[in-house]
């Protein structure tokens, strides 16, 4: 999932779906080898190793975690609807106002949002981290309270990872926006048949939320588009992109 319009980038969005017949870490390695930078996710298991330094070579490690403080605050938030508990409501407050600042600075350059975070956001990360310190050393370890406590606690690096470069997200939501439809499709549909229907499916989802991102009506974009593909060169296939058939379109009507 790219989507840099946060930090006022003019790139458009786009989305790709990749399928695999299951949850194996070695097809997130396949996805992302050769890729460098920060990896936005969840704290699925099997991109651990892209975050680790070549033992062997002591080549660094090729993506940096940035972890998701919206995974974060779901899990005290299911003890806080569980339980009432005083201590996660308070939790979830401090949340709560990191993520106004975020509201605040959305579409501001890099280097103003960064400098929004060190000021308004480090101040009340101290006082949440010293507030989750404080409680897990009072309440049972075994409890619900505790584990969401020490889910923040223990991925404290990655999550604070986003204050200091303003091309960072506070959350993995836009993945997670993402995603959607395939959950819902698995309710409505059950099964994509085989792994070739998986392959497929992941090519429509491609197309479909991609044209979404960009304001595009994907029925409208595929249906121009497939009736005029096989006349269009293939050195200009790039034309047919949504933004750009967004923007050819537009130009059309106005003429």
């Known amino acids: 999932m790219r989507d840099e319009r946060p930090y006022g980038s003019t790139a ?7 399928y695999s017949p299951d949850r194996k870490a070695e097809r997130a390695h396949a996805l992302l080898k050769g ?6 996710a969840d704290a699925y298991a099997g991109f651990a190793r892209l975050y680790e ?10 993506l940096m975690e940035v972890a998701c403080w919206a995974h974060a605050r779901r899990k005290i938030y299911e003890v806080h609807v569980e339980t009432k508990s005083p201590a996660a409501a308070q939790a979830l407050e401090m949340i709560a106002r990191l993520f106004a600042i ?6 501001k350059p890099p280097a103003d949002r960064a400098a929004a975070r060190r000021a308004k956001a480090l101040p009340i990360l101290a006082e949440l981290r010293a507030f989750l310190d404080e409680r897990m050393a009072k309440v049972s370890g075994k409890s619900n309270l505790a584990g969401a406590f020490r889910y923040a606690a223990s991925r404290w690096t990655a999550l604070t990872r986003y204050i200091d470069d303003g091309r960072l997200e506070m959350s993995n939501n836009a993945a997670e926006r993402a995603i959607r439809p395939l959950a819902l499709g698995r309710k409505n549909y059950l099964f994509a048949g085989s792994d070739e229907g998986g392959r497929r499916a992941a090519i429509l989802y491609t197309l479909i939320e991609t044209a979404r991102l960009n304001g595009v009506d994907p029925e409208a974009w595929l249906a121009d588009t497939i009736g005029r593909i096989a006349d269009h060169p ?8 949504p933004w750009k058939w967004s ?3 537009s130009q059309a009507i106005a003429a």
């Open 234 to 241: 293939i050195t200009k296939i790039d034309e047919l992109l």
């Open 247 to 249: 923007q050819a379109a």
């Open 35 to 40: 890729c460098r930078g920060h990896l936005h």
């Open 53 to 62: 330094a070549d033992p062997h070579t002591g080549a660094p490690a090729p």
């Open 102 to 107: 975020e509201a605040d600075i959305k579409g």
């Open 12 to 18: 458009p969005p786009a989305a790709f779906y990749l």
